[in-house]
């Protein structure tokens, strides 16, 4: 039983480069989320899908764009990198919208 | 704007200490309430959560928390830490507006660290 996979486990990126972080759920939870991570900043949702063919915007969507072509995959693209998006990012996932959630084991980025 | 407070960023604790770590939220419609916790170098999981019913609620590893809706808040609590509860602490709060639509927010974070 995987859970949650995220891919790659850590990247270091040329600022203006575009990269797409990869989650992977196996649980055939509705719900996914894409969440940074900073220290003092705490948890803050990028984007979210409550079930597959949706998305929606978080706290902090901008520079970010996702999709959600099937229920088990929501890769997380950056367009255009910038040092502002270091950060270690985790993907969730949960039954329903709002419930408890799963997460993966993070993926940290460095854009320099 | 609806938050999530936890007031204490770090703590340090000796072993059989007892532990209590404060939340509070701003929101007062219908919530939901969880505790998460990032053991060092592991993803974030649940310690324990409250969607209702008897407002102090039993998570693993002797972890309890208890919400008290009129003061907002949903602090954590252990009777006699340990070591291996080394971690950082995850307040989340789950709001439901009357559109039926849902926030889901984190604290910022508390870094426990006990001493063995």
């Known amino acids: 039983i995987a859970g949650i996979t995220q891919a790659p486990t850590s990247q270091i990126l040329a600022a203006g480069r575009r990269m797409t972080l990869r989650c992977t759920q196996d649980?055939?939870?509705?719900?996914m989320y894409w969440y940074r991570q900073d220290l003092g900043l705490g948890l803050r949702l990028i984007h979210y899908?409550?079930?597959?063919?949706?998305?929606g915007k978080g706290e902090v969507p901008d520079g970010y764009s996702v999709s959600r072509a099937n229920t088990d995959d929501f890769p997380l693209t950056l367009a255009s990198a910038v040092p502002s998006q270091t950060s270690v990012y985790f993907c969730a996932s949960s039954v329903g919208a709002g419930n408890e959630q799963f997460f993966g084991p993070g993926t940290r980025l460095t854009v320099l | 704007a609806q938050s999530v407070s936890q007031h204490n960023h770090h703590v340090i604790l000796s072993e059989a200490a007892s532990l209590e770590l404060g939340c509070n939220y701003s929101?007062?419609?219908?919530?939901?309430l969880f505790w998460y916790v990032q053991y060092p170098g592991q993803h974030l999981q649940l310690l324990l959560k409250?969607?209702?019913?008897?407002?102090l609620v039993k998570g693993i590893k002797g972890f309890e928390a208890e919400f008290i809706k009129s003061k907002f808040s949903f602090n954590l609590r252990k009777p006699s830490v340990q070591w291996s509860d080394t971690a950082e602490y995850f307040c989340a709060v789950r709001e439901v507006d009357t559109s039926g639509t849902y926030k889901y927010i984190f604290g910022t974070g508390t870094r426990l660290k006990v001493l063995a």
């Open positions: 929101y007062g419609g219908t919530v939901n």
């Open positions: 649980m055939r939870h509705n719900a």
């Open positions: 899908s409550n079930t597959a063919g949706t998305t």
């Open positions: 409250y969607f209702s019913g008897d407002p």
